[in-house]
């Protein structure tokens, strides 16, 4: 009984060595379930990773220099990056068409080659709710949450194609329970129950920035946090996704964020030219708006592409310019990728794929007192893998543009700050469908609100099919799965 519980003297063996014994400081004053809570993170902590990643750091090191040190880093970085070989908006920079390649994207979804993974561990903390991020409404007229507005962009392709193209959603520990339930509640927005399976990422703790304390959020809790988005890769195997892609015969794998409802879900040009450049990682980019717009850029380094995150790309590379005025740095990072199945599995092996970035933030903690502490400033290190750091693992990675008003719009911030809002991503959905009704005949104003699910039409084309050329819309007007009925929008909209 003792051992299920794990003994005190059982985790201060494990955790001396490591000069971590403080964990257990308050032993003494926890429950049984509590014991049990505490005495499984502990268990879990790989104190030879917290070694690893100490050592890297440079242990002596005073944060602030290490501030410097990264800075500079990234500066020479920027300095030799040179913009990344892209296919452009136009077609031009690969030697395949925009035709060819939807064709051979369009195959491979009829061969039910094609699987994709949602990424979805973020709470709305920033949108100023508690929820998961994907159970934040956005329909401009629907209210149709997220995770059913990307669902339906999946449900729409599977009976265009014919193709049960599996869900692979990622979860986090503060969304998963929550998510399922939601996504039951609603039977999976229509998607089969089969064709939908959760993996949990896993957490890091975090460090005090002397890097001797792992910290405490509560006496019986580690202060962890998700893995950053780039922990799928081990989740993605842990839980058994890789295998049952493999089971299915999966060859691609399309992979979006849950904060974009104009996500364009198993595009088969992307999938189609990822193919034909025989490319094992590509990337959708959009072309910045604004030098300093909040998205990282694609770049060429040392011959390999690569993401020069946003918060690393100093303002003064950010601005540059090449010879005929554009950027230099254009290709914003949208976090849509296509992976090869076999890449993801080759990269699950391989020790070197997916580093931790180490960044220095305020993580309220307990002291040795028992005191609950919040920080003013950065107090500690915390650790994230990102996704795309995967891109330096491919044999051959390619870059593929989109038009930002067909496929981005981030919802990141609350309506009070500038971007990346609820009401920017709703007037963004808005224009798009205007712009399909008028392409498809009918006559519509700049002023009345509309929304199309992608279950009526999921482009100008299929659109065209179903209504009138010539008639006028006057009325806000939601193109519901049943077909078109008056709505009137949120008053955020
Ligand atoms: C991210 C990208 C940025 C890109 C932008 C496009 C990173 C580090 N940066 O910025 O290059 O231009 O999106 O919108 O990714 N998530 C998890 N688990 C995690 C962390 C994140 O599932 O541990 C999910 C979140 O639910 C969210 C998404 O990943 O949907 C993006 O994460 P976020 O931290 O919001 O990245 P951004 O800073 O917005």
Redesign the pocket.
Known sequence: MQDAVMSREKLLRKLEPAGQQHLVRFWDELSPSEQARLGKQIAALDLDLFAQLKLQAGASTKSNESAGAHQAKWAAIAARALPPPAMKLDGSGVNFTKEEAIHCGEQALRANQVGMIL????LGT?LGCNEP?GMFPIGPLSGRPLFQVIIESLLAVRRRFGTPIPLYI???PATDDVTRAFLAKHNYFGLPAGDVRFFC?ATMWAVDDRWEKILLSSKSELAL?????G??LKAFENNGCLSDCEKRGLKYLFYG????PLLQVCDPLLLGSHQLATSEMTTQVVRKRDPLE???VLAEVDGKVQ?I??SDLPEEHARQTLPDGSLKFWA????VHVFDVALLKRATVSATALPF?IAHKKTPYINDLGEQIEPEKPNSFRF?R???DLLAEANHALVVEADPAEA?A?V?NANSEKT?NPRLAKQAMMALHRRWLRTAGVKIGDDVPVEISPLFAGSPQELAAKVASGAIVREPTYYSPTGPVVRHPSPDS
């Open positions: 990424v979805a561990g973020g920033r991020k990622m979860t986090s990422q946090a998700p893995d950053g988005h922990g799928m964020q849950i904060d974009n909040k998205v990282g993401v995150e946003y914003g990072n949208l976090a970035h994230e990102f996704i795309f981005f981030p990141k990346d």
